[in-house]
């Protein structure tokens, strides 16, 4: 196997939702610059669209996956339109900002409809179908706050930690039938909305960086590749994985 081959995409369908914008768009990018056929999958067809035309071939399919009965019906729909998916990547997310005392459980449930309970029934009929033929790659986007604590996002922090385990339990329960399961935590990323966050909080970017061994916030694009990585034939035999992207922010002092 050469260089190519080891960490190229050729030949495989890759699915991301969220890839309209953000990281999901980065991970797209990236799969595609790696010879994937991608598709984007998300609410807003205008952003998907757009996003669409920067990668040569990409396809777009409109989805919510707040709309948990609906997501088999739409990945068998993907699979007759497009062929079969190589490459499930669960990026599309949602947050709530308050204080726990303030937040009900209603709400906490519109977080874990999207990251948790739509990920895991889009990934039911998928991984079924790879099971099935015998090989697939599934990713879980996690977060920083799967491993920290981070105040005032309950439903984001119950979700992105409980994918930690949805990792694990997959590749348990898939690996001897050849499909891969891993997940992806991104550290701090130079976002929109790592930006809004902390262009008018001086106080807020400091503390940010102080903690981040490599004394910068990551970019989009490396966690695309990180993803290409764990798809790719160079990541063969790593399953049941949560690598985390960030630039030693974990392990910062």
């Known amino acids: 196997m050469n260089l190519q081959q ?11 939702t969220g890839g309209g914008s953000g990281l999901g768009l980065a991970i797209a990018q990236a799969m595609g610059a790696a010879g994937a056929k991608v598709i984007l999958a998300g609410r807003r067809v205008d952003v998907l669209s757009e996003a669409a035309a920067t990668i040569a071939g990409a396809a777009c399919e409109a989805v919510d996956l707040a709309e948990v009965d609906t997501l088999a019906a739409f990945a068998t729909g993907v699979e007759a339109r497009h062929g079969k998916i190589d490459i499930l990547v669960n990026n599309a997310g949602n947050t709530i900002k308050k204080p726990f005392e303030e937040t009900s459980l209603a709400e906490i449930d519109q977080v874990l409809d999207v990251h948790l309970r739509g990920a895991l029934e889009l990934t039911r009929t998928v991984i079924a179908g790879q099971a099935r033929r015998g090989a697939g790659n599934v990713i879980f986007t996690a977060s920083m706050t799967s491993f920290i604590g981070q105040p005032f996002v309950m439903g984001y922090t119950v979700a992105k930690s409980a994918l930690l385990g949805a990792v694990r339990g997959l590749s348990a329960e898939f690996a001897a039938r050849g499909v891969r399961v891993n997940g992806v935590a991104p550290g ?54 949560t690598l985390v992207v960030d630039g030693g922010a974990l392990v910062g002092f």
């Open 6 to 16: 080891a960490f190229g995409l050729a030949g495989k369908t890759a699915l991301i």
């Open 188 to 241: 701090w990323i130079d976002t929109p909305l790592y930006r809004k966050a902390t262009d008018s909080d001086p106080q807020r970017r400091a503390k940010i960086l102080g903690r981040i061994q490599m004394n910068r916030v990551g970019t989009p694009e490396e966690i695309g590749w990180a993803c290409v990585f764990l798809a790719s034939p160079a990541a063969s035999y790593v399953t049941g994985q």
